[in-house]
């Protein structure tokens, strides 16, 4: 069940630069969307998330993007760091319920940061 | 920052025998739930709890798997029965009404 796709297992990006992780949507139901971060032997941390109704939100550097006719989202974090190395995780929700309902997950996508 | 624990980190059981994972959500959260790893895997939903009850679960979740939440504070998942395809990092998550869920670092399971 491939709901939720990235397509990109791993991304290099030096440090300072702008870094892209993008997210494609197959069920139109979801109205919900969230990038969380995680480091290894942790758990998902909530980075930023997005309603249907918007097509952007922006927190300090990071910046999600969704367009809807397309099915397709995007984390930008500019400028890059180091720290932000770690696997990205794109997940949806949906029935109306906001982010209470549960959360279908991507594969992921391993962001290195190059000093 | 108040977190979501989860104990113990690492769980080795023998196949066939009972688990009890456990998690202490964010205190002022209502929503809460379990999902897991599977090693190369998507991280997949199990459960959701609300009102002390069951909201929602996958098909994951059959008769093996039970969920509590024995007082103000804990909240558990059972597995009767463990199998090997049990093996994962399960992660417990909790969220406040219409808020982002945040989760523990996990509980790694290994069955032999």
């Known amino acids: 069940d491939q709901q939720v796709k990235q397509n990109s297992p791993s991304l290099s990006v030096q440090e300072g630069r702008i870094s892209i992780l993008n997210c494609d949507y197959t069920?139109?139901?979801?109205?919900?969307f969230l990038w969380y971060k995680k480091y290894p032997a942790e758990g998902p941390t909530f980075l930023i998330s997005?309603?249907?109704?918007?097509d952007k939100n922006e927190d300090g550097r990071f910046t999600v993007f969704l367009n809807k006719s397309a099915k397709h989202l995007s984390l930008h974090i500019v400028p890059s760091q180091p720290g932000d190395s770690a696997v990205y995780f794109c997940?949806?929700?949906?029935?109306?319920?906001?982010?209470?309902?549960?959360?279908?997950f991507g594969t992921g996508t391993l962001l290195a940061v190059q000093p | 920052e108040p977190e979501v624990t989860q104990t113990p980190s690492h769980q080795v059981t023998q196949m066939g025998q009972e688990v009890i994972l456990r998690c202490v959500p964010i205190?002022?959260?209502?929503?809460f739930y379990w999902y897991r790893q599977i090693l190369g895997q998507k991280v997949e939903f199990l459960v959701s709890?609300?009102?002390?009850?069951?909201?929602?679960k996958s098909e994951i979740f059959d008769d093996q798997f039970s969920v509590e939440r024995p007082d103000g504070s804990n909240f558990t998942l059972k597995i009767r029965s463990t199998k090997l395809e049990d093996s994962a990092m399960y992660f417990c998550?909790?969220?406040?009404?219409?808020?982002?869920?945040?989760f523990g670092d996990g509980t790694r399971l290994s069955i032999l």
């Open positions: 998550a909790s969220s406040g009404d219409g808020q982002p869920q945040h």
């Open positions: 069920n139109s139901m979801f109205d919900y």
């Open positions: 997005i309603s249907s109704i918007k």
């Open positions: 997940a949806a929700t949906g029935n109306y319920g906001g982010a209470t309902n549960k959360l279908i």
């Open positions: 205190s002022n959260h209502l929503y």
């Open positions: 709890f609300y009102n002390n009850e069951i909201s929602e």
